[in-house]
């Protein structure tokens, strides 16, 4: 059974599936999806819909995304938060519109449901975006870093390739995992990306929010695999900026 990470889909249903196709993905995988499902292309209520279906047949883990926390406070309140908006949250307004009030409840279910953190066997760590506990994440005072954070990418990046785990000056809050693997922050806006890895931290965000691809990884092989540009599947469609 292969482990594939799925990096931010954010509404790129179309790309999803290309995706699914070039990876050869099976009901024998574990799929691990970061989050951030929604905001950004037209195809929100979709491409939760397709998740939703997909949780049924399929072994999926789905990590909650700070977009899909602020999805579903607009929908149990009605607030329209101008930077929501502004972040690709007008599009998904939009999609879940289109469909009416009386088909949400799957999808507040779904987002209520999300997990902050996935931790496997093999002492993985899954999350969206971050800590910041020198513990780790079991001491984390807020969990909403657990999808809004971006120091961790930040420190991982910051160190040298030739920093090994046994110097003192190695993080701690980094030594409790074998590895670590986030999305949240996108490794290009302009165009191709591919999965980076920085001391034990693997970031799969590519960019689809945006003019990049959307990519699936294979957690053991670091084999992956990569969607066209997600914006070419939505051409009269903005996306993020």
Not at 3 to 15: C, E, R
Not at 24 to 40: A, E
Not at 59 to 74: A, K, P, S, V, Y
Not at 196 to 211: E, L, M, Q, S
Request: include cysteine.
């Amino acid at each position: 059974m292969r482990k594939l990470v799925i990096g931010d889909v954010h509404s790129g249903l179309k790309a999803l599936e290309q995706l699914f196709g070039r990876a050869k993905v099976t009901k024998d995988d574990h799929l691990i999806f970061l989050g951030d499902y929604v905001d950004s292309w037209s195809d929100a209520f979709e491409t939760v819909e397709f998740l939703i279906t997909l949780g049924n047949t399929h072994h999926c883990t789905f990590i909650r995304g700070n977009h899909d926390e602020l999805c579903r406070e607009w929908m149990l309140t009605g607030q329209e938060k101008p930077q929501w908006l502004a972040h690709g949250g007008r599009a998904t307004r939009d999609s879940y519109a289109r469909v009416g009030k009386e088909r949400w409840e799957a999808h507040l279910e779904f987002y209520r449901n999300l997990e902050n953190t996935f931790l496997d066997y093999e002492n993985r760590l899954f999350l969206h975006a971050g800590f910041t506990n020198l513990k780790g994440i079991d001491y984390e005072y807020f969990e909403q870093l657990f999808y809004w954070d971006r120091t961790l990418w930040e420190l991982a990046k910051s160190l040298s390739p030739d920093l090994s785990l046994e110097n003192p000056n190695y993080p701690e809050r980094l030594k409790h995992y074998k590895e670590i693997f986030i999305g949240h922050t996108p490794l290009s806006k302009t165009g191709h990306a591919e999965p980076t890895n920085h001391a034990n931290v693997w970031n799969v965000d590519t960019g689809a929010a945006f003019k990049g691809p959307l990519t699936m990884m294979d957690v053991e092989t670091k084999e992956y695999w990569q969607s066209d540009p997600v914006h070419t599947f939505y051409p009269n469609e903005n996306g993020r900026n």
